[in-house]
Nanobody
Framework: QVQLVESGGGLVQPGGSLRLSCTTS????????MGWYRKAPGNQRELVAR???????NYHDSVKGRFTISRDNAKNTMYLQMNNLKPEDTAVYYC??????WGQGTQVIVSS
């Protein structure tokens, strides 16, 4: 059974940085596409960033230039480097791997 475990969330001030990690129970190379999603209270879940096995990436417009998605096949881990965080980035962040495997989520709170 595939398991995805996120870590790295927390409380940070506006303008600060966090790095989220998503570690898989098996080889990350098995997943062609992986992504980070987020869900804020009262909002629908939205795609934040996505990366393919060939490391092609795409981002939600609101995070372009601030967030970077990457994957380390040797460590079976996907990352989301989040810089210049804003209060509107506050949400539970989930990692996802095709076809439809999800982690439990990690909370990110951006507040002064």
């Amino acid at each position: 059974q595939v398991q995805l475990v996120e870590s790295g969330g927390g409380l940070v001030q506006p303008g600060g940085s966090l790095r989220l990690s998503c570690t898989t129970s098996g080889s990350i190379f098995n997943f062609y596409v992986m992504g980070w999603y987020r869900k804020a209270p009262g909002n629908q879940r939205e795609l934040v960033a996505r990366i393919t096995r060939s490391e092609a990436t795409n981002y939600h417009d609101s995070v372009k230039g601030r967030f970077t998605i990457s994957r380390d096949n040797a460590k079976n881990t996907m990352y989301l480097q989040m810089n210049n965080l804003k209060p509107e980035d506050t949400a539970v962040y989930y990692c996802e791997a095709d076809p439809n495997y999800w982690g439990q989520g990690t909370q990110v709170i951006v507040s002064s």
